[in-house]
């Protein structure tokens, strides 16, 4: 009996260099591929955590403020951002930060509650005395409300990112860097030809 054996086609220099090539090509498609599925991933999560936030927001009465006066130092000091909750007037307690409008101009204050009492006649409302952390002295002024936003989480900082972020400039660049960055992502990669 004779044993046949059949040997494998010698692969000259042609065919070596066919697939380097090949393989050198492919590396910076790949690196290409997973650096656009890292931005889709990242924008989808920055899309993610908005809806999720505008659901909450109008679900629980949340909004951001942003602290432009030091008057709640050291807590949240100066440039500061903090999530706020619309609540009543009877869920409110001594302790807690607030921010209610003053009753001369209607502008903002936000500070700490020191005292409270029931409004006689509207067993709803709360007569609040606030004063600021950094204040020596409580405010000059009692706070009639019948609710009022209450700070329920502050990142000092973060005021400034907020408030640059709302500027006409920064929402421009930032609609067009995300209208560029999902483009690239979308954009088909060409395939390799062989040659």
């Known amino acids: 009996m004779h044993s046949i054996t059949t040997a494998a086609p010698r692969r000259g220099p042609v065919h070596h260099a066919r697939t380097r090539g090949a ?94 009492a029931v409004v006689e006649g509207s067993p709803d409302d709360r007569a609040l005395t606030l004063k600021g952390d950094a204040n020596d002295v409580v405010d000059p002024v009692t706070y009639t409300v019948t609710g009022a936003q209450r700070v329920i989480a502050g990142a000092p900082g973060l005021g400034w990112l907020v408030i640059g972020a709302k500027s006409p400039v920064a929402m421009v660049a930032i609609t067009l860097a995300v209208a560029l960055a999902i483009a690239w992502a979308l954009w088909p990669s060409r395939r390799p030809t062989d040659s």
């Open 23 to 116: 393989s050198h090509r492919a590396a910076p498609e790949a690196r290409t591929g997973t650096a656009k599925d890292a931005v889709l991933t990242v924008l989808g999560l920055i899309g993610i955590v908005s809806v999720l936030w505008l659901v909450a927001a109008g679900a629980f009465h949340l909004s951001v403020i942003v602290f432009v006066t030091g008057s709640m130092t050291p807590t949240l000091p100066t440039g500061s951002a903090a999530i706020v909750q619309q609540v009543e007037a009877s869920e409110l307690r001594i302790g807690d930060v607030v921010t209610v409008p003053k009753p001369d101009s209607g502008i903002p204050v936000t500070h700490r509650i020191v005292d409270m």
